[in-house]
Nanobody
Framework: QVQLVESGGGLVQPGGSLRLSCVAS????????IGWFRQPPGRVREGVSC????????NTADSLKDRFIISKDNTKNTVYLQMNRMTPEDTAVYHC?????????????WGQGTKVTVSS
């Protein structure tokens, strides 16, 4: 059974940076993808970025490409989301999710989320 655990959330000042981690356990296949999503307070969930764990293909929301970077460490079954030049609009609960088909489309397993607050 695949489980995902996010970490790295917290309070950061505007203009600061934060790195989130998503650790996957129970994975028995190599061609899967991990996506990051976020849900701001009172708003719907939105996709942030996704990475294929086998070939490293990434896909990041256009509005975030210049500030957010997704990366992976297959030896640790971990995906990172580096967030730079953060603004209060980045405040949200961030979730990672696994797509067993590796296509960054349909997600099968979700983590519990980590809260990020951008405030001075």
């Amino acid at each position: 059974q695949v489980q995902l655990v996010e970490s790295g959330g917290g309070l950061v000042q505007p203009g600061g940076s934060l790195r989130l981690s998503c650790v996957a356990s129970g994975v028995t296949f190599d061609n899967y993808a991990i996506g990051w999503f976020r849900q701001p307070p009172g708003r719907v969930r939105e996709g942030v970025s996704c990475i294929n764990m086998k070939d490293g293909t990434t896909n990041t929301a256009d509005s975030l490409k210049d500030r957010f970077i997704i990366s992976k460490d297959n030896t640790k079954n971990t995906v990172y989301l580096q967030m730079n030049r953060m603004t209060p609009e980045d405040t949200a609960v961030y979730h990672c999710a696994a797509d067993y088909d590796g296509r960054c489309q349909g997600y099968d397993t979700w983590g519990q989320g980590t809260k990020v607050t951008v405030s001075s």
